[in-house]
């Protein structure tokens, strides 16, 4: 016992020593000064997920019998990227240090991971607000907050930051001008470091530098993923945060109708357009929820059977989708996996700021309420202006075909928008 808790140590000096000597780069290192919160705002690739991992393994290593808190977006995240990614805990932790026996190491169905020296790392999901009631943690990581859905979740972790004594929080995140963070960056007591993709070129790909650079490089969404720039409202853009933050929602009311809205991508690569897959409903005084944002880069199957689970797991009334650019095979795939879906196309003849005017009148007048955060689609609001370059909006656009539909079946919206 005592040899292997001596291999331990060694181990743990060593990776010690390889990090703050010889990988990390100054703003990767903890900063001096008394802080309770360590906000890194960095552009993706810019090494926040291997920052986050190291100081969370680093703390629970070194500090016997301590319980560290890792927090994701989602648990896909958690066992993805923060414990099983390429620079994920599992990674750099060496096996040495694992507490050994039955169940005891890595439990992936509890998401937790134990020391040698009685050290705890538990994972959490910022989808389940309430698991985060009853722990204590002497130690916090949170990874991408900005796309936290709910921002309660990190209340509660902060009510359970309560161990040692000097408990600390780091948070690793792409910008995005939510409520939280620009909440957290006026506190006194947080130590905030910012940083661009490009600072760590070192390390990525040449081929990947220069397709940022090509689809991002001068536009308003690239100033944000790659530079790392907090952007609210535009000049010219239809939505402001403000506006979307003072009519939000935590629950969904009773819904008279619900549709589920598509804006599908022409190609299925890593460089196309997302397909846009948003849920809205309307209630039967005229009120309007947005209840999904399943947007992304999907197969023309993958898109397909995520909107058809949607439209049942919402018990929705319809599906629709734009076809300017897959005309009746949009149809066609939606009734291939399921033949009974209400289906309506939906066809672009004029356009996108022009289409999605009306729909910004509803906000403006307080009527659209967000249930939860969705924060690309909120940034694709409060970004585009209709200039060019700019990334296709294509969460935004099928919002806008979702809102319409519901608002045009009262008569709100009485002139033409198709």
Known sequence: ?????????????????????????????????????????????????????????????????????????????????????????????????????????????????????????????????????????????????????????????????????????????????????????????????????????????????????????????????????????LDGALWSHELIDKHRVKNIPDLSKIVVAIDPAVTARADSDETGITVVGKSENNEYYVLEDASGRYSPDKWGNLAVDLFHKFSADKIIAEVNNGGDLVERLIRTIDPQINYKSVHATRGKIVRAEPISSLYEQGKVHHCGIFPELESQMCTYTGERPNPSPDRLDSLVWGLTELSKSRGEINWRIS
């Open 1 to 233: 016992m005592t040899s292997l808790r001596n291999i331990s140590q060694a181990r743990t000096a060593n990776l010690y020593i390889d990090w703050i000597e010889k990988r990390a780069r100054p703003k990767q290192i903890k900063p001096v000064g008394d802080w309770n919160i360590w906000l890194i705002l960095a552009g993706r690739g810019w090494g926040k997920t291997l920052t986050g991992a190291f100081d969370a393994a680093l703390y629970a290593l070194r500090n016997p019998e301590t319980q560290v808190a890792v927090v994701t977006p989602t648990f896909g995240d958690l066992r993805r990227v923060a414990f099983g990614g390429v620079s994920g805990i599992l990674k750099m932790i060496p096996p040495e240090c694992l507490l050994t026996g039955r169940g005891q190491g890595y439990n992936a169905s509890a998401s937790e991971i134990r020391l040698y020296n009685g050290s705890k790392i538990m994972g959490f999901s910022a989808t389940e607000p309430d698991r985060l009631r009853g722990p204590q943690f002497h130690r916090a990581w949170c990874d991408e907050l900005a796309a936290w859905r709910y921002p309660e979740a990190f209340d509660q972790l902060m009510f359970a930051l309560r161990l040692g004594e000097k408990p600390r929080c780091v948070i690793t995140t792409t910008p995005k001008p939510n409520n939280l963070i620009h909440g957290l960056m006026n506190r006194p007591d947080i130590a905030i470091t910012r940083g661009s993709t490009f600072e760590n070129a070192d390390n990525l790909a040449d081929s990947t530098l220069q397709m940022l650079k090509e689809r991002y490089e001068g536009t308003t969404l690239g100033k944000q993923e790659l530079y790392a720039e907090l952007i609210d409202k």
